[in-house]
């Protein structure tokens, strides 16, 4: 089964800040790499799919980037709302969610 | 627009089922695999399997096999998820959701079930 490795598995920056999280797949995923938001006691909520294509709605300081096992998701700007937890899921022939990782406002 | 609404809180003894419901709107029901997925308290998601309301096909993941079953009314677009034996260890927060390409991606999620497992 393929493993998806999230880091860090948490972090705190500044509003306004660029904030990066990576994610590994143990084997090539191509580009089948999608990423999540989630608020406390909310359901996730689709950010990216196909490693780099937004979903409808999503403000645009969110990127998505990477191929085979090596993925990113950045924030360009971090904004108060966007404090959450992002996790990366592999999809297509099988899911695998990332372990998550949280981000805070410094 | 896309709408995915899952029955209220369950508390059930150990070794109880659990059958949560997720009805759909706003789009073709038949149209769209619908997926199970559940969080543990403070954890990450799991997946737990689909259902293709179109034929009534299922896949499960292999944890719950022999334990879960997931069913459909086309009638009310409307998915079910059974959980059987239940322990403590299926204390969580169950969600179905939408999978827009039938490529084991979601778009849209329903707002969320917690089973709580206590005797």
């Known amino acids: 089964d393929i493993q998806m490795t999230q880091s860090p598995p948490s972090l705190s920056a500044s509003v306004g800040d660029r904030v990066t999280i990576t994610c590994r797949a143990s084997?090539?995923?191509?580009?089948?790499l999608a990423w999540y938001q989630q608020t406390p006691g909310k359901p996730p909520k689709a950010l990216i799919y196909?490693?780099?294509t937004l979903q409808s709605g999503v403000p645009s300081r969110f990127r998505g980037s990477g191929s085979g096992t090596d993925f990113t998701l950045t924030i360009t700007s971090l904004q108060p709302e966007d404090v959450a937890t992002y996790y990366c899921?592999?999809?297509?022939?099988?899911?695998?969610f990332g372990g998550g990782t949280k981000v805070q406002i410094k | 627009q896309v709408q995915l609404v899952q029955s209220g809180a369950e508390v059930k003894k150990p070794g109880a089922s659990v059958n949560v419901s997720c009805k759909t709107s706003g789009y073709t029901f038949t149209g769209y695999y619908i997926h199970w997925v559940r969080q543990a308290p403070g954890q990450g998601l799991e997946w737990m399997g689909w259902?293709?309301?179109?034929?009534?096909?299922?896949k499960f993941a292999e944890e719950f096999q022999g334990r879960v079953s997931m069913t459909r009314d086309t009638s009310s677009a409307t998915a079910y998820m059974e959980l059987n034996s239940l322990t403590s260890d299926d204390a969580a927060v169950y969600y179905c959701?939408?999978?827009?390409?039938?490529?084991?991606?979601?778009?849209?999620w329903g707002q969320g079930t917690r089973v709580t497992v206590s005797s």
């Open positions: 259902i293709n309301p179109h034929y009534g096909d299922t």
């Open positions: 959701a939408r999978d827009p390409f039938g490529e084991d991606l979601f778009d849209h």
């Open positions: 899921q592999k999809y297509n022939r099988g899911v695998a």
């Open positions: 084997q090539d995923i191509r580009n089948y």
């Open positions: 196909a490693a780099s």
